[in-house]
């Protein structure tokens, strides 16, 4: 069974390295790490690391993170394909839990690790662990994205992320550090309506198999990695706003809005995202203009409904 490891990177070369001697360390080696550069002047850097590990390497004008990971598979080889932001750092044991995962699971379609350092690196944007907890717990209630027990989604098109499992769990979607059977991309593909930085992608490609196939995706606690985000890359405010409150739309659209209770349920979560952001603004957490935007984006879709998604995101 070869384990292929697709990587889109845009210049956060930094970053890429750490991951890549993480690599290096792993006890059982990725058969193949496909890297995706999506940079303007390319990585300088290449050809040493390509003595070092079994890198493909792929540079391409696209800045699209959807557009990257479907180019990854493309370009890939193996039976299993897995992905990484480019600010991950793995544990030495991670390609062969994966490994061994799969062979021990044969009715799973897809798994995830666990991020060990996820509350710490959530716990930074609100100021403080104990604050995060809150938050989470708060945010549960209302039907936000928040961590708990679990990976699942909402009928507000947010979704619960599982922290600290002990055992391996069933997932219905699975984050950016997802790994598939190659027969998985046989009919499906990341969404490319989905643009640059692609809030949401992961939940959106992953959910979509958990429908077809329920119990397929899991999460695997002794895959172990960690998260140290990157400032690189990461779109400005107004356009990252503008991308978690349309893509979120998109996504519950596409899977809940057949459905008359959902609707009352996503309201009822946008309407306290804007307070619980306001909130923010008033611990000094957040900037003014990102609630205002916030207001301005939900405001559109209330009033324009479908045409937003036709107008700004299916063009």
């Not at 989470?136 to 507000?156: P, Y």
Request: glycine share 6%; charged share 20%.
């Amino acid at each position: 069974m070869l384990v292929s490891i697709v990587i889109p990177t845009i210049g956060r070369f930094d970053s890429l390295a750490r991951l890549l001697e993480s690599f290096v360390s792993q006890i059982r080696s990725a058969d193949e790490i496909v890297i995706i550069d999506q940079s303007v002047d390319g990585w300088k850097e290449r050809e040493a690391w390509q003595k070092k590990l079994p890198i493909v390497y792929v540079h391409t004008d696209v800045r699209s993170l959807p557009k990257a990971r479907n180019i990854g598979v493309a370009k890939s080889r193996g039976d299993i394909v897995g992905f990484l932001d480019d600010d991950i750092v793995l544990s030495p044991t991670y390609i062969q839990q994966l490994h061994s995962f799969f062979e021990t699971h044969p009715e799973a379609l897809g798994v995830q690790g666990v991020i060990e350092n996820f509350i710490d690196g959530h716990a930074q944007k609100v100021g403080s662990t104990f604050l995060y907890s809150v938050y989470a717990r708060v945010s549960r209630f209302f039907c936000l994205n928040t961590a708990g027990k679990e990976n699942k989604i909402f009928l507000s098109g947010r979704n619960c992320y599982a922290v600290n499992p002990t055992y391996v769990l069933a997932s219905q979607w699975l984050s950016g550090i997802g790994n598939y059977r190659r027969s998985v991309f046989e009919t499906h593909s990341f969404d490319e309506f989905l643009v640059g930085y692609a809030l949401g992608e992961d939940k959106m490609f992953s959910y979509g198999i958990y429908r077809q196939q329920r119990q397929s995706l899991f999460t695997d606690p002794s895959v172990k990695c960690s998260h140290y985000h990157a400032s690189g890359g990461r779109p400005e405010q107004r356009e990252w706003t503008r991308m978690k409150v349309y893509y979120t739309f998109y996504f519950w659209y596409t899977y809940f809005a057949h459905m008359p209770v959902a609707h009352l349920v996503f309201w009822w979560a946008n309407m306290w995202d804007v307070v619980l952001s306001g909130i923010a603004v008033l611990l000094g957490r957040q900037s003014y203009r990102v609630w205002f935007w916030q207001v301005v984006y939900y405001i559109q879709i209330l009033v324009q409904g479908k045409q937003v998604i036709n107008r700004y995101i299916c063009r």
